[in-house]
């Protein structure tokens, strides 16, 4: 049972990155999928969430209407795509499984991927 994110790197300001975080071990299709991040000195943020089928979505107001989160049910992945970066975007990114279920706390953190925005 994982979850492990790639796609993490070094990126200019402006520019664009596609995180992935793909699931082993459980019915993917059963999650709601969260990625935060976490910077040095900051508490752990949210970013942006998507329900278990892909009908809902919610993001961060620091990210809206520069990240677009989705997943792929078929291939058990849930992406993060991250337009106009800036610096202050620079942390580690992690994805985040829930239940669905309400009462059901099964969840699990991948291991997070390093995102820096530097010129």
């Known amino acids: 049972v994982q979850l492990v994110e790639s796609g993490g790197g070094l990126v200019q300001p402006g520019g664009s990155l596609r995180l992935s975080c793909g699931a082993s071990?459980?019915?993917?299709?059963?999650?709601?999928m969260t990625w935060y991040r976490q910077s040095k000195g900051k508490e752990r943020e949210l970013v942006a969430g998507?329900?278990?089928?892909?009908?809902?979505?919610k993001y961060s107001d620091s990210v809206k209407g520069r990240f677009t989160i989705s997943r792929d049910n078929a291939k058990n992945t849930v992406y993060l795509l991250m337009n106009d970066l800036q610096t202050e975007d620079t942390a580690v990114y992690l994805c985040?499984?829930?239940?669905?279920?309400?009462?059901?706390?099964?969840?699990?953190w991948g291991q997070g991927t390093q995102v820096t925005v530097s010129s």
């Open positions: 998507i329900n278990s089928d892909g009908s809902s979505t």
């Open positions: 071990g459980f019915i993917f299709s059963d999650y709601d």
């Open positions: 985040y499984a829930r239940h669905r279920e309400v009462g059901n706390t099964e969840d699990l």
